[in-house]
């Protein structure tokens, strides 16, 4: 509702069975002029599309990353947590460099990712994030093993650690770590601490930075999903954001 321009083409890329799903939320949010649900990614990547949006999860960067990459097409992440395997990162780089391709990753559900490049240039000295959710945003994590959800009264660190280990272990809750850790140029050197906390009802980031040219803490209190209470509303509009901004003539 709130786009300030439409695409021209969208096709969406779904498991099969989830096409009329798909196509009814297509046809409840204009996102673009024209769009395509399509249940196999040959299909898919016969479209041609200019870029490639991951919105899924850390199978799907495993499972189609490098063929997009490789054919030469533009590859937006937001499942950022999957490159802890840095493996499926350097294969993911080489597929770009050799289909002339860019592996794009979006701020997602955190903010202040632009600073932190920009101080990483000047030297860090440290940096840390603290993600802090309502205990029903852990339920089905390995956080169930550390904690009893359901019977937590107050905040509760049940991780700390470094960020490559926080983003396997949390697939679909850390990926904001990663995303900390990709900009700061450390997954194993940026501080990590997940809490559950049973007095909130936001997903709360919390980055600590100090270097070379500036001391920042940012925190942002992102509204959960409505579909999904352990994702922030906030990644997908920065998806749309990336989207929109190949899309105009200004970058911002
Ligand atoms: N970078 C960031 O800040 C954030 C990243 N995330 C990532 O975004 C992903 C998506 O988040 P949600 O929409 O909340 O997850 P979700 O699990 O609610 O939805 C993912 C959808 O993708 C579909 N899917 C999964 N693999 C697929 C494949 N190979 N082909 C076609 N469809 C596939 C699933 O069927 C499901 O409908 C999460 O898994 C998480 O990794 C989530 C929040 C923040
Ligand atoms: O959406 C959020 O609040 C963050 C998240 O799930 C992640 O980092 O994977």
Redo the contacts with the bound molecule.
């Keep these: 509702a709130h786009l300030p321009a439409p695409l021209e083409h969208v096709t969406i ?3 099969p069975g ?1 096409e009329a ?1 798909a196509e009814a939320l297509l046809a409840a949010h204009r996102v673009a002029e024209a769009s395509t649900v399509r249940g196999d ?1 040959a299909g898919f990547l016969a479209d041609a599309p200019d870029v490639v949006a ?7 960067v495993r ?2 990353g490098e063929a997009v990459l490789r054919g030469g097409c533009d590859l937006v ?6 490159l802890a395997d840095a493996d499926l990162h350097a294969r993911l780089e080489a597929a770009a460099r050799a289909g002339g391709a860019k592996l794009v ?6 903010g202040g990712i632009d600073a932190l490049g920009a101080a990483r240039l000047s030297g860090l000295e440290e940096v840390t994030y603290l993600g802090r959710k309502p205990p029903r945003a852990w339920k089905g994590t390995s956080a169930e093993t550390r904690l009893d959800l359901d019977a937590l009264t107050e905040p509760t660190v049940f991780y700390e650690g470094t960020a490559r280990e926080a983003a396997r272990d949390y ?3 850390a ?2 770590a ?2 900390v850790a990709l900009a700061a140029g450390g997954f194993d050197t940026v501080r990590v601490r997940l809490i559950a906390d049973p007095g909130i009802t936001r997903n709360v980031h919390e980055v600590a930075v100090r270097s070379g040219c500036a001391d920042f803490t940012i925190r942002l209190e992102g509204r959960p ?1 409505p ?2 209470p ?3 509303l ?3 509009y ?1 998806v749309a954001r990336e989207l929109l901004n190949r899309a105009s003539a200004t970058v911002i």
């Design positions: 890329l779904v498991r989830s799903k990614i991951e919105c899924a999860g850390h199978g799907a499972d189609h992440v937001i499942a950022i947590g999957a990753l979006p701020p997602g559900a955190v697939p679909q809750n990926n904001v990663a995303t999903s579909a999904n352990k994702t922030s906030t990644a997908g920065s």
